[in-house]
């Protein structure tokens, strides 16, 4: 019991939480749920994926291969690699934290993973959707400054959090 | 369009499987069973990251943090649609709407710019969730430098548009 709240401590506040506000104002929680079970549905497939190819990852992927495409060493061009993943990819950056965390364990470089959830933010397939929201003027030019961003924000997270591993 | 791009992940995976398949069944009965042990972790933390995130938007609906957002402007606006963005999660493409309330009744550029950029790049809802797979130390500075980033972005769109 001790050892589950330990790994889950977010959980168990979330269902507390759920709880109460069930109780306090069940219309609002009722909606939340539903609205928690709909995202859920949605995203389903790609969660699914992501856990099972973790699971090839971690089984099958050599560390060496890792390590040689977005690894320290792979330099600028393994910052690129993960620039050009993460605009390309849809849903929410956390659905894939876990995936990251394997290739991390795997050699991955913590600047590359910060890029590839720094260019997150772009979101190539959203342009014409936001362009006709917010006009295209003001959409290229914000995922262009997002671009950039996440280049730096791997520099930033490369230079503190890889420092004193080597 | 988020539905062709998860089955693209979706049959790429099992593609690799089937090749794995292939190769060897021993590996391939490894990875399945571990890949069933990420599905049920992954979905107990991510489906609790989503009931926060659906309690919250029964709370804060679009009028309400649009009407909110707009009596700011300029640096201080630049700051408090950062630190609102921040709170905000969910699919961005909600927030596209807010945004153009916000625009069309006179609000600043630089405020929807920082509101939207930390939307998506700050997540305090699924800040746990960073911490225990990344590192709390991977957590803290790219959060931190995303903030930071959300107002300089807001400068420099404020002064190009």
């Avoid at chain 2, 926060?52 to 402007?73: A, D, T």
Wanted: overall charge positive; hydrophobic content about 55%; proline content about 3%.
């Amino acid at each position: 019991m001790s050892k589950l709240a330990k790994s889950y401590p977010m959980e168990i506040f979330v269902t507390c939480l759920a709880l109460i506000l069930i109780f306090a104002n069940s219309d609002r929680a009722v909606l939340g749920i539903s609205h928690a079970v709909n995202m859920y549905t949605n995203l389903f497939i790609v969660i699914v994926s992501i856990a099972f190819l973790s699971g090839l990852i971690s089984e099958f992927l050599p560390p060496e291969v890792v390590k040689r495409i977005i690894g320290r060493e792979s330099g600028f061009k393994g910052t690129l690699i993960g620039a050009l993943f993460g605009a390309l990819m849809i849903g929410p950056a956390y659905v894939f934290y876990p995936l990251f965390k394997d290739l991390v364990d795997k050699g991955a470089s913590m600047r590359v993973i910060a890029t590839t959830i720094g260019a997150w933010a772009v979101r190539l397939h959203a342009i014409p959707l936001a362009g006709a929201f917010l006009g295209y003027k003001f959409v290229l030019l914000f995922n262009l400054l997002i671009f950039i961003y996440s280049l730096f924000s791997g520099f930033v997270v490369g230079f503190f959090c890889e420092r004193d591993e080597s | 369009m988020s539905l062709r791009l998860g089955g693209f992940i979706f049959l790429l995976t099992l593609g690799f499987y089937i090749l794995v398949f292939f190769r060897s069944k021993a590996l391939f009965k490894r990875a399945l069973l571990r890949g069933a042990k990420n599905l049920i972790r992954n979905s107990v933390r991510i489906f609790s990251v989503f009931v926060v995130i659906g309690i919250l938007q029964s709370f804060l609906s679009k009028e309400l943090v649009g009407g909110f957002l707009m009596h700011f402007s300029g640096i201080k606006g630049i700051l408090i649609g950062a630190l609102i963005g921040a709170l905000m999660m969910g699919p961005v493409i909600s927030g596209y709407p807010i945004c153009k309330y916000i625009l069309e009744n006179g609000g600043a550029v630089g405020l929807v710019s920082s509101f939207l950029f930390s939307w998506v790049m700050v997540g305090l809802v699924a800040l746990p969730l960073e911490i225990k797979t990344l590192g709390g130390r991977f957590a803290l500075v790219r959060n931190s430098f995303a903030i930071f980033s959300a107002i300089v972005l807001g400068l420099i769109m404020e002064a190009l548009l």
